[in-house]
């Protein structure tokens, strides 16, 4: 096939168009980005995760202040490890699926003494 048929300048305006299209979609990407960072971000809880206005005294919270939770969003209040209690108990339901949680034996009194019979009645 001949390069030359078609209409003279064709090449150039698919170019142009192609040009327009990527510089218009740009500018509503940047405009759909802005819009979103500006709905999404909570000023407030930022400050209040990052420990604003705790007067400067450390490990010690005003009284009335009380911990928020760390996973991204959430905002209730800590229960254990820095997590409220759906996510604390989400993450301990996970550690156990993955046999990664140690269980806390409970102490049993006596338990030397059963130790020792048992010990005893193997010999």
Known sequence: M????????????VQSLGEQ???QLGQIIA???QRTLETSIDAGDLARRLG??????????????RAVCSEAGCGKPVL???????HYYRARYRAQKAG??????????????????????AS
């Not at 001949?2 to 305006?13: F, I, L, S, T």
């Not at 604003?52 to 202040?65: E, I, Q, V």
């Not at 990664?100 to 059963?114: C, E, I, N």
């Open 2 to 13: 001949a390069r030359g048929r078609g209409r003279p300048g064709m090449g150039e305006w």
């Open 21 to 23: 299209i990527g510089t």
């Open 31 to 33: 405009q759909s980005v």
């Open 52 to 65: 604003a206005g705790l007067g400067g005294r450390r490990g010690r919270r005003p009284s009335g202040a």
């Open 80 to 86: 254990a490890k820095g997590l409220c209690r759906s």
């Open 100 to 121: 990664t949680l140690v269980p806390r034996g409970r102490k049993r009194r006596g338990r030397r003494h059963s130790e020792s019979a048992s010990a005893e009645a």
